[in-house]
């Protein structure tokens, strides 16, 4: 993973890789304190890496969600030519395998669709050496409802949540369905009957389309929330490429997907309010900043509640935050310094930047905000005992 050590270091909140000093530890409370922590895009904010960077070495594996397998490539590569020497390597099983390889110490980092579940944040102490679970949210995108018409593959069919409730559950079976007909007047809808896909693993980008369904429907969802899909009825794809390969290869096929991926296929726009809202990165990042975080939400668990059921004007509520899982302590200094190295990239305007580039993953960025509590959580990451 050699590259080029002369490209720019950019923007980046260099203040906790400063600290990293092979051997030094940063201590829980300066950590914690936003105040404390220079902002990203502060003017008072270095631009070039301490020789500190350049000197890491060794292996940093992660694994998870497959939404984040684009942004992470473009992280990787930017990574790369900051730490030539690390070898950071990600492997999109799912969020529910990563989870899992995270929990039990097979990688040092995990991408999740899914928060923690309280079970998973008592495991995470052990698997900690003591510490807690980081959950950062730092890969923002909207969920695109995807479909498969090829006279049509350029509009936004428009569909409220309930309409999607009815048709992955099997109620609405053809595409010129009344229903639907009636929010789409001037396009003329083929009688071809619906597909719906669902993904075969469990998944984080389940969960999030299911909770959408649970709070925007109406009641016309009758399933809990859930990474595993709750019908066994209609097609599968095993991550989010498997999904994509499924609708792809099935006219009139449904299925919903890391918006990133829709490639030439059609997607919906939803019903928000009075107004039908196609997806956009910006309308994502409106909803994410305006919802509250979640009750158990900590200063190193930034886990947010979003508001699925938003009339907000341009909003776009299927949202999917994927989680950044990490140790606030390790057992190798290595792992320390490779991961606060790693996630503060992320984090930073150039990573984020990156990830947004519509040719890598067109991800929303986070904002100033929330960068200023996400590093102040990567601070923290010391030395366990």
């Known amino acids: 993973m050699k590259q080029n050590r002369g490209i720019r270091w950019g923007s980046i909140a260099v203040a906790g890789i400063l600290a990293l000093g092979l051997g030094a530890c940063s201590s829980s409370s300066d950590a914690t304190d936003p105040a404390n922590t220079p902002d990203s895009n502060s003017s008072e904010t270095p631009n070039t890496p301490s020789d500190d960077i350049t000197e890491l070495s060794g292996n940093l594996a992660g694994s998870g969600a497959s939404s984040q397998e684009k942004a992470m490539e473009g992280w990787i590569a930017g990574f790369a030519d900051i730490a030539p020497d690390v070898v950071a390597t990600y492997d999109p099983q799912g969020s529910g395998a990563g989870r899992e390889q995270f929990l039990s110490g097979a990688v040092q980092f995990a991408g999740s669709d899914a928060a923690l579940k309280e079970e998973e944040i008592t495991a995470a102490s052990q698997r900690c050496f003591g510490g807690e679970a980081l959950e950062l949210p730092l890969y923002i995108s909207p969920i695109a409802v995807i479909y498969n018409l ?16 009815k048709v992955f559950s099997g109620e609405i079976t053809e595409w010129n369905d009344p229903e639907i007909a009636q929010q789409n007047e001037g396009v003329e809808l083929p009688a071809t009957s619906i597909i719906p896909v669902h993904r075969s693993d469990e998944s984080g980008t389940t969960e999030n389309f299911t909770e959408y369904l649970a709070a925007a429907a109406e009641g016309e969802w009758a399933h809990e929330p859930s990474g595993t899909w709750p ?13 994509i390969d499924t609708v792809s290869g099935a006219e009139g096929a449904i299925g919903y997907a890391d918006a990133s991926r829709a490639g030439d296929l059609g997607t919906i726009a939803i019903k928000v309010g009075e107004e039908y809202v196609p997806y956009s990165a910006e309308a994502a990042a409106a909803v994410v900043d305006a919802s509250p975080r979640a009750e158990n939400a900590t200063s190193n668990r930034l886990v947010v509640e979003l508001d699925r059921a938003t009339t907000a004007s341009g909003a776009y509520p299927l949202v999917l935050i994927s989680y950044s899982i990490a140790c606030s302590s390790y057992d190798s200094q290595s792992d320390v310094d490779n991961v606060k ?5 992320m984090a930073s305007s150039e990573g984020q930047a990156r990830a947004a580039d519509p040719s890598v993953a067109g991800s929303a960025p986070i904002s100033d905000a929330l960068h200023a509590e996400v590093q102040a959580a990567i601070d923290g990451i010391s030395l366990a005992g």
Do not use: R, V
């Open 231 to 243: 019908i066994e009825s209609g097609q599968s794809g095993s991550k989010t490429q498997g999904m």
């Open 150 to 165: 090829p006279d049509l593959a350029a509009e936004n069919i428009n569909m409220s949540a309930a309409t999607l409730a």
């Open 341 to 345: 190295a790693f996630l503060t990239y």
